[in-house]
């Protein structure tokens, strides 16, 4: 009896798992342009008590972009010449009004349910030596469908609550002091720029269903009984009759 418990339980496990890589297989592929800038001091939250420390993103599972060679791959950067934010991007860094752009990057990526979907690292470097400063953000975006787009951000602006120089030994120790935490959930929809706002932070971001040109398909030649005589063959003289049997 426990032999075959032990069995079903198995063979659902591997039913899910294969459930699971199927769907990740057939997900659909969007484009997504993402813009994380920061607010000016005189923004609305800067009268407001932050805590002194936020706490970090759980970067456990999450991917990072892939450089633009390994296109044909889920989180592969897009070329420059695909982006459609660069107006809006140049709008925020001449802006006088205290914006300052922190990121601008877009990418190609296939979409899961949010029970298969991953987070993605943001920032400028997630590599980093012991005791070098950690970078002023870092954080993490996840992207999910169902009925509609889902985009979860989480994101870490260093240094944006008081005084807190980013190689002091507190900070440091504790990565998150002196941060202030952007945490967003948005239902979306494709093909529409929408602003995700925050009194220290803002993001512009616009997912698109990619368009994948597809290979056109292999001619066949069509299929014969026999193969055609060669050119180059000599012809066949035709076969003799045999010889009567001669009579007794």
Same mark, same amino acid.
């Given at each position: 009896m426990k032999l075959f418990r032990l069995f079903i339980t198995l063979a659902l496990s591997l039913s899910v798992l294969t459930t699971t890589v199927q769907a990740a297989d057939t997900a659909p592929w969007y484009d997504v342009e993402? !813009?994380?800038? +920061?607010?000016?001091?005189? #923004? =609305? #939250?800067? =009268?407001?008590?932050?805590? #002194?420390?936020?706490?970090?993103? @759980?970067?456990? #599972?999450?991917?990072?972009? &892939?450089? &633009? =060679?390994?296109?044909?791959? =889920?989180?592969?950067?897009?070329? /420059?010449?695909?982006?459609?934010?660069?107006?809006?991007?140049?709008?925020?860094?001449r802006s006088r009004n205290g914006f300052e752009p922190l990121f601008h990057q877009a990418w190609r990526q296939q979409v899961a349910t949010s029970r298969s979907a991953k987070s993605i690292y943001l920032g400028p470097d997630r590599t980093r030596s012991e005791g070098t400063p950690p970078p002023p953000f870092e954080g993490l975006i996840k992207i999910s469908v169902s009925r509609y787009? $889902?985009?979860?951000? @989480? !994101?870490?602006?260093?240094?944006?609550?008081g005084?807190?120089?980013?190689?002091?030994? @507190?900070?440091?120790?504790?990565p998150s002091r002196g941060s !202030?935490?952007? &945490?967003? +959930? /948005? /239902?979306?929809?494709?093909?529409?720029? $929408?602003? !995700?706002d925050h009194p220290k932070m803002g993001a512009l971001i616009m997912i698109s269903r990619a368009r994948i040109p597809q290979p056109p398909a292999a001619q066949e030649s069509p299929a014969t009984d026999s193969e055609p005589a060669s050119a180059e063959s000599e012809p066949q003289e035709p076969e003799k009759p045999a010889p009567a049997a001669a009579a007794n």
């Open positions: 993402l !813009i994380l800038f +920061k607010q000016g001091p005189t #923004g =609305s #939250g800067a =009268s407001e008590n932050w805590p #002194g420390d936020p706490g970090s993103p @759980d970067w456990t #599972g999450a991917v990072t972009l &892939q450089p &633009q =060679s390994a296109a044909g791959q =889920s989180y592969a950067l897009l070329p /420059r010449s695909a982006w459609r934010l660069n107006a809006h991007y140049n709008t925020l860094r787009l $889902h985009v979860d951000l @989480d !994101i870490l602006l260093r240094g944006a609550n005084n807190h120089p980013l190689n002091t030994p @507190d900070l440091l120790a504790s !202030i935490r952007f &945490q967003a +959930k /948005r /239902r979306m929809r494709s093909d529409e720029l $929408h602003y !995700i």
